[in-house]
């Protein structure tokens, strides 16, 4: 099966897009004193809403909204002056460490997704802040850098 340019330049995109997050640990639950790190399905309503893009080295501007039925919407500018706006589902491993995330361009089941999916983690770093940090292998990473990846990491803020 080949792959349109414009469908690989969308996926290098989001797979940029995701990479500017970066991360010191998860907020604290005021109710139990437990960390968010100590509960990984929280995340899964955590990312629920609209947030912003912190810019990199890909991306300039842009936004990202988690659906609560499993979607998103992202719009961003880029680095080269272009705008990308793409949306699709997205599925969440939480019983993955560190939690992984499966950002797919429309349904993750239709035909061809397998191309079009960008495999990554996720985490939080702290109450309205978090952070992706995307595969370009089209595996997941094994674990976020030490340093955030100027291109596959993605900080997002709300």
């Known amino acids: 099966m080949k792959i349109s340019k414009q469908i690989f330049s969308g996926i290098i995109v989001l797979v940029l897009c995701f990479s500017g997050m970066h991360s010191a640990g ?3 639950s005021q109710d139990k004193g437990e960390t ?3 509960k990984p399905g929280d995340i899964a309503q955590l990312i629920i809403g609209k947030w912003t893009i912190k810019p990199n080295d890909v ?3 842009g936004t990202i909204f988690f659906k609560s039925d499993s979607w998103y919407v992202m719009d961003e ?3 080269d002056g272009t705008g990308v706006s793409k949306k699709g589902e997205y599925r969440l491993n ?3 460490t560190p939690v992984t995330i499966d950002m797919c361009l429309q349904g993750c089941d239709e035909p061809g997704s397998e191309w079009t999916t ?3 983690l996720i985490r939080m770093i702290s109450d309205g802040k978090m952070e992706l940090f995307m595969s370009e292998t089209g595996k997941y990473p094994a674990a976020f850098p030490s340093e955030p990846d100027p291109k596959a990491t993605i900080i997002l803020t709300k």
């Open 94 to 96: 939480v019983d993955a």
């Open 59 to 61: 991306i300039v501007s």
């Open 36 to 38: 968010a790190a100590e």
């Open 118 to 120: 960008v495999f990554g």
């Open 26 to 28: 998860f907020a604290e």
């Open 77 to 79: 500018k880029r680095s």
